[in-house]
């Protein structure tokens, strides 16, 4: 039968960069784990944070994005709105190009991510603080 769930989790606090964060996501979502066939959205409820699907394996992953990303949106610019820092209007950027969502399909009670993906919290503030996702799953769900 196919059917809705779905939850809210809060992350902790992360400082600016790149950040791994699949367990923080799947680890308390027990509907997960009884989905024989579906998708897993999570939507991020922020503007200055955003959500990527990416390399896991090696830790120099995280750092490029981060670097790369400074690069393509940095504080330097004129930018007009600056009401709540420096960091902001380029964290607004960035989480453009990054996205509020990833969308991942699931197979027996697991994440059907590539060999080498995560999914990753990308917090483009200096102090982002604790950040909120929706996780909504929809599929075929077991008893």
Avoid at 33 to 47: A, D, K, N, P
Avoid at 136 to 142: D, M, Q, W
Wanted: glycine share 8%; net charge negative.
């Amino acid at each position: 039968m196919s059917d809705w769930h779905q939850s809210e989790i809060i992350l902790p606090a992360f400082p600016r960069g790149c950040h791994l964060i699949t367990q923080h996501v799947i680890q308390d979502l027990t509907s997960l784990r009884r989905c024989r066939m579906g998708l897993m959205h999570v939507f991020i409820q922020h503007t200055s944070a955003s959500l990527t699907l990416n390399e896991n394996a090696d830790p120099d992953v995280p750092y490029d994005l981060g670097m790369a990303l400074d690069r393509l949106a940095p504080e330097s610019w004129a930018y007009r709105h600056t009401c709540e820092g420096p960091d902001d209007m380029p964290a607004h950027v960035k989480a453009t190009l990054t996205g509020s969502s990833v969308s991942i399909p699931i197979a027996n009670g697991r994440l059907l991510t590539g060999t080498w993906q995560g999914i990753y919290l990308c917090e483009h503030r200096n102090q982002g603080g604790r950040r909120r996702l929706i996780v909504t799953i929809h599929g075929e769900f077991s008893d």
